[in-house]
């Protein structure tokens, strides 16, 4: 019975699931185009260094909303708010993939270069800490109100769902995202199916909704 209560875990659980769904919702998101377009420019690792910052401030603002609304719910009436929140997100989800354009990839990457552009006028020569700077900045406000932070809030009103494996995981899809979209975004950016990787999160969500509807029937 030992491996049945490992797999079972929902530390690895909350770790596994939230590793998934923001790997899945940060590739081709407009912080992955940013950090990719600031590498180009910049030396990568100050890149990574902001962004990376700047999204982990993110998941614990994000975190600290999902736990703090489960807080203030009562214990019975928890599962099915995060059944009805993972269900409404993976269908709007499915339904934003329906309607996006071909070159929806392509617009997020030409709104960030947008951002970045602005935020660069009239900058002097950059030094590390400006970069970083720029990079937190630029990724901390894209990111608020961006679907990959209501994932994260959904995920913490889960009641299977520990905080540290959220956390863990939450970091490292974000620390794999950048590393990534720093190193080698150029030739992933060109890849990026936008509408497949919607419909893939949507999916996902609608797994969780029917996992934690099933809590709630008990």
Same mark, same amino acid.
């Given at each position: 019975?030992?491996?049945?209560?490992?797999?079972?875990?929902?530390?690895?659980?909350?770790?596994?699931?939230?590793?998934?769904?923001?790997?899945?919702?940060?590739?081709?998101?407009?912080?992955?185009?940013?950090?990719?377009?600031?590498?180009?420019?910049?030396?990568?690792?100050?890149?990574?260094?902001?962004?990376?910052?700047?999204?982990? =401030?993110?998941?614990?603002?994000?975190?600290?909303? +999902?736990?703090?609304?489960?807080? *203030? &719910?009562?214990? #019975? @009436? !928890?599962?099915?708010?995060?059944?009805?929140?993972?269900?409404?997100?993976?269908?709007?989800?499915?339904?934003?993939?329906?309607?996006?354009?071909?070159?929806?990839?392509?617009?997020?990457?030409?709104?960030?270069?947008?951002?970045?552009?602005?935020?660069?006028?009239?900058?002097?020569?950059?030094?590390?800490?400006?970069?970083?700077?720029?990079?937190?900045?630029?990724?901390?406000?894209?990111?608020?109100?961006?679907?990959?932070?209501?994932?994260?809030?959904?995920? =913490?009103?889960?009641?299977?769902?520990?905080?540290? +494996?959220?956390?863990?995981?939450? *970091? &490292?899809?974000? #620390? @794999? !995202?950048?590393?990534?979209?720093?190193?080698?975004?150029?030739?992933?950016?060109?890849?990026?199916?936008?509408?497949?990787?919607?419909?893939?999160?949507?999916?996902?969500?609608?797994?969780?909704?029917?996992?934690?509807?099933?809590?709630?029937?008990?």
């Amino acid at each position: 019975m030992k491996p049945l209560a490992v797999a079972h875990d929902p530390g690895l659980t909350a770790f596994g699931s939230s590793l998934t769904a923001i790997t899945l919702a940060e590739l081709g998101d407009k912080t992955f185009f940013m950090a990719l377009i600031l590498a180009v420019r910049h030396r990568p690792r100050w890149v990574f260094v902001g962004a990376f910052s700047a999204l982990a =401030a993110v998941t614990l603002i994000s975190l600290g909303l +999902g736990y703090g609304l489960k807080e *203030l &719910l009562p214990p #019975g @009436v !928890v599962p099915w708010i995060a059944a009805a929140l993972f269900l409404g997100f993976g269908l709007k989800l499915l339904l934003d993939a329906q309607g996006m354009a071909a070159n929806a990839a392509e617009e997020e990457a030409q709104d960030a270069e947008s951002a970045i552009d602005r935020a660069e006028q009239g900058q002097s020569y950059p030094t590390a800490w400006s970069v970083i700077w720029e990079a937190f900045g630029l990724v901390f406000i894209a990111e608020l109100g961006d679907r990959t932070q209501f994932a994260t809030i959904f995920l =913490a009103t889960a009641p299977g769902f520990t905080f540290a +494996g959220l956390l863990a995981g939450s *970091l &490292l899809g974000h #620390g @794999v !995202v950048t590393a990534l979209a720093v190193g080698a975004g150029q030739w992933i950016g060109k890849r990026v199916n936008e509408a497949l990787l919607y419909r893939l999160s949507g999916g996902l969500f609608l797994v969780f909704g029917l996992v934690s509807l099933k809590q709630a029937l008990g």
